[in-house]
Nanobody
């Protein structure tokens, strides 16, 4: 199983970024897919989650600004991030549990004030 994340970058506050995570080697219809982030000096935290039936949950800090979605044909899960704030800065990881935990390699998001 491989999770390959992409789409991070540098953006000014108020801007947008779209992250994408491509899954290989698993039955993409089965597991929930998640995005976590880790800010410098902080623990990794759950940002957004989407289940196999499309149900979504978000961290309170990103509700109304971030949208998680999944494309079964492309085997990808995306995180659309709008109205970005400096506190959104961190490394973003996609994650799933499929017999065991799998993490993508992480993609850096930097939001300047």
């Amino acid at each position: 199983v491989q999770l390959q994340a992409s789409g991070g970058g540098f953006v000014q506050a108020g801007g947008s970024l779209r992250l994408s995570c491509k899954a290989r080697g698993l039955n993409f219809k089965i597991p929930a897919m998640e995005w976590y982030r880790q800010a410098p000096g902080m623990e990794r935290e759950l940002v957004a989650r989407i289940t196999s039936d499309g149900s979504t949950t978000y961290a309170e800090s990103v509700k109304g600004r971030f949208t998680i979605s999944r494309d079964y044909a492309r085997r990808t899960v995306a995180l659309q991030m709008d109205s970005l704030e400096p506190d959104d800065t961190g490394i973003y990881y996609c994650h799933t549990f499929y017999s065991r935990e799998y993490w993508g390699q992480g993609t850096q998001v930097t939001v300047s004030s």
